[in-house]
């Protein structure tokens, strides 16, 4: 069973920047996709971005390109979320999802998560 475990949510002003981590536990993390979704009030849970952990691939939301970074770390179970000019509408839970052996056209989706953080929320001012 994977665990996985976000921190680095928080208040930031619009244009700052906040980093995100996910660290995952209870298994050995190969074959693996590592995504963030986020879910604002009243409104559906969507995709923000995924990396493969094997050969660290990455796809993004269109509303977060240039701005958001995902990565992982060399040695461990880490992944990162880095977001910068961070805007009001990105304000949200974000929440970490893992699995293994996703299609590539599911990536992108929630159903293809099975492992779920319990989220951080994000909260950009104006």
């Known amino acids: 069973q994977v665990q996985l475990v976000e921190s680095g949510g928080g208040l930031v002003q619009a244009g700052g920047s906040l980093r995100l981590s996910c660290t995952a536990s209870g298994r050995t993390f190969t074959d693996t996709a590592m995504a963030w979704f986020r879910q604002a009030p009243g409104k559906e849970r969507e995709f923000v971005a995924v990396i493969l952990w094997t050969n660290r691939d990455t796809i993004y939301a269109d509303s977060v390109k240039g701005r958001f970074t995902i990565s992982r770390d060399n040695a461990g179970n880490t992944g990162y979320l880095q977001m910068n000019s961070l805007k009001p509408e990105d304000t949200a839970v974000y929440y970490c999802?893992?699995?293994?052996?996703?299609?590539?056209?599911?990536?992108?989706?929630?159903?293809?998560?099975?492992?779920w953080g319990q989220g951080t929320q994000v909260t950009v001012s104006s």
């Open positions: 999802a893992a699995q293994t052996f996703v299609l590539r056209q599911r990536l992108t989706t929630t159903g293809a998560y099975g492992h």
